[in-house]
């Protein structure tokens, strides 16, 4: 018995050795990912993005639980061409939070920690192009890249990876296949040259060519010394309703760089204080830190004001000392740039004439002007300047240029707003509730979710506090319903007012009027309106200098600006009797006609003569949702018909 039990174990032994030599099955195999394209088949840029680590973090949360997450995105250059600035999409998709980034910045112009996860470009720094390996005989520290990256994902529990959907290469010219899974944890592709891609540039060319934007930085290093050079500024506004004033510019030293003196602007805090205390403090035992303006890492500089232009130590610079004002090349070209110059102190260990590295994550604003974000610093062919001595051109030792343009960031309230009105209806239709964003007090006593009341005009010339009182006699008076509590206001800085004056067969005609709620007055201001069916028929502004302005190829812009002496809105003022009067804005008014000759059918009343957008001072304003309607005009003509018809029955009964 014992015997047949052994034989019958051996021949289960010999089975399990056979199985085990034998290979593993088709239908085995197929079940795995399948491989993605390796580095050394690709003969073009190989992007990958890995996944190495993630662990909990506080606080916890079932429902949004924090992880952080480590990955380091690879970019490597197997084409036969440089890539020159290289830039990156990643698309995140977990609400992530970039707390850090090695060998690399955001595109955008974002400092960190970030949120990315709506996805963000990466661009290359300090290392900005990648070489070949044929230049390089195959040197990877030329060629390729490794960006670390460190931050916060949401919900993709270990040993899950939070992987993004795509990673893509941002740079022109190039198309990019959907990336493979290498595992669970790593995504890869190969981009090539796009063969439909027509461009100019030559391959020879040493530097990518200038770039066009709503708003261009130049840096240009003029003068360069082992441990300190000297860099010019110039902010250039490109855009025909495109403003800043009292401009406010920001960056980021990436290389423990510090302001020592300035010329044209000054930065906001003269603070030497982390220089002291700091490495600079360290290495520069020397130094009189007492003259050094600024060691903040990321300072912020404002213009002066015109009384330093002629300053011998702080002016002298074309271009600069206006008050932070740069307006559009439509009003003034030779008030469309500001300019400004800097002695920068380096740290080692870049000490020497050739190591040269711009600030990166440049961000410029105003006080009422277009929201603007910044691209990198891309190195470009270097600046020339005219001597003014009428010798040849001086030229700057290197030169790199910030390319920035008009966004509405998400969540973003508009700076000033717009109203209807017309003269076949005696209401006005408002400016919207909380147009320009509601007070976060939760104490309010009005509705930010009502829908705003129609107005008597000359509730349009008290300040919304004073309007209450107003609205709710019109509402009684019309039938109005309220809502309880009362919409809140618009809480804009300005206001504009667009009536629809007179309608006849061959003409028409509007009033525009521009309200400032704010005590800041606002210099040589301007204004927009974008008529999409009525300006072929614009034929002149009374009060103000207009003018027809062709956007994008399309003539429906009306610009207006104020004629000399009427240039200068005023701020808020008080009333002629401050302790019962209401405060008094500062307003401009003028009347604009139009032809219908060039603009045949056109329905004034039905919308076509109200603007489509409005822009003061390039700040685009919040519009009504409706248009004044003719039901009030015949209902207001049969009062006064029946009125009439009363006074005369009744002169006809005394007679």
């Given amino acids: 018995m014992a015997f047949k039990y052994y034989n019958l174990l051996l021949l289960i032994l010999k089975l399990s050795l056979i199985l085990t030599l034998l290979p593993f099955s088709s239908s085995q195999s197929t079940t795995e990912e399948a491989p993605a394209p390796a580095a050394d088949s690709c003969n073009g840029i190989f992007l990958s993005y890995a996944y190495s680590s993630g662990t909990k973090i506080k606080p916890t949360n079932r429902t949004h639980q924090p992880y952080r997450f480590e990955s380091v995105l690879t970019v490597l250059n197997n084409g036969d061409e440089k890539l020159k600035s290289w830039r990156v999409f990643v698309g995140f998709k977990n609400d992530e939070l970039l707390v850090s980034a090695s060998n690399a910045v955001l595109a955008d112009g974002s400092s960190f920690p970030a949120n990315v996860g709506n996805g963000t470009i990466f661009a290359g720094f300090p290392m900005s192009d990648l070489d070949t390996a044929i230049d390089t005989a195959g040197d990877l520290t030329q060629m390729q890249v490794q960006v670390k990256l460190v931050g916060t994902q949401f919900g993709v529990a270990p040993p899950n990876a939070p992987l993004p959907d795509t990673i893509q290469l941002a740079n022109d010219g190039f198309v990019c296949p959907k990336p493979t899974l290498q595992g669970k944890n790593e995504m890869q592709v190969c981009c090539t040259k796009d063969p439909d891609f ?112 002629n300053d011998t130590t702080l002016g002298l610079i074309p271009k600069c000392c206006r008050n932070g004002t740069i307006l559009p090349p439509t009003m003034d070209p030779s008030k469309s740039s500001s300019v400004f110059q800097m002695q920068v102190f380096k740290m080692p260990p870049d000490l020497n004439r050739s190591e040269l590295s711009p600030p990166q994550n440049w961000k410029i604003n105003g006080t009422l002007n277009p929201d603007y974000k910044c691209g990198p610093p891309v190195r470009v062919s270097p600046s020339q300047f005219p001597d003014p001595s009428g010798l040849p051109n001086t030229t700057a030792v290197a030169s790199w240029q910030v390319v920035c343009n008009i966004t509405q960031p998400k969540g973003a309230s508009p700076k000033c707003c717009v109203s ?236």
Avoid at 230 to 259: C, Y
Avoid at 265 to 294: H, K, M
Avoid at 457 to 470: D, G, K, S
Avoid at 505 to 522: K, L, P, Y
């Fill in 198 to 309: 027509k461009t100019n540039i030559t391959v020879d060319e040493e530097f990518l060519p200038r770039q066009s934007g709503d708003l261009t930085i130049m840096y240009d290093v003029t003068r360069t010394y082992d441990s300190s050079y000297w860099a010019q500024v110039t902010i250039a506004n490109h855009n025909p309703l495109g403003r800043l004033d009292n401009w406010k510019l920001s960056f980021d030293w990436m290389r423990d760089e510090f302001i020592y003196s300035m010329k044209g602007a000054y930065p906001n805090v003269v603070d030497s204080t982390d220089c002291i205390f700091g490495p600079q403090g360290t290495y520069y035992r020397e130094l009189d830190f007492g003259n050094v303006l600024n060691c903040e890492r990321r300072p912020t500089i404002i213009d002066l004001p015109p009384t330093k232009a």
């Fill in 420 to 655: 209807f009105s017309a003269y076949y209806n005696d209401s006005v239709v408002p400016c919207r509730t909380c147009a320009c964003g509601c007070p976060s007090n939760t104490a309010r006593t009005c509705s930010a979710n009502a829908s705003a009341v129609l107005l008597p005009p000359e509730a349009l010339l008290v300040p919304f506090e004073n309007r209450t009182a107003m609205a709710r006699a019109w509402a009684d008076l019309k039938h109005y319903p309220l809502s309880n509590p009362m919409p809140c206001g618009d809480n804009c800085g300005v206001s504009i007012n667009w009536h629809v004056v007179t309608d006849y067969n061959r003409g028409w005609s509007a009033r525009i009027t521009i309200f400032n709620w704010d005590e800041t007055a606002f210099p040589d201001w301007f204004a927009a309106v974008q008529l999409d069916k009525a300006t072929p028929g614009f034929q002149k502004t009374y009060s103000f200098n207009g003018s027809a302005l062709e956007l994008n190829g399309v003539n429906n812009t009306i610009f207006m600006q104020g004629l000399p002496g009427l240039n200068y809105i005023v701020g808020e003022t008080d009333g002629a009797n401050p302790q019962k009067d209401p405060r008094v804005p500062g307003k401009q008014q003028t009347v604009i006609s139009f032809t219908k000759k060039d603009t045949p059918g056109i329905k004034v009343a039905a919308g076509d003569g109200f603007p489509s957008k409005v822009f003061f001072n390039g700040e685009e304003c919040a519009l009504p949702p409706i248009f004044p309607t003719n039901n009030s005009n015949r209902k207001g003509s049969t009062t006064v018909l029946s009125v009439l018809l009363a006074v005369l029955v009744f002169m006809l009964v005394q007679q």
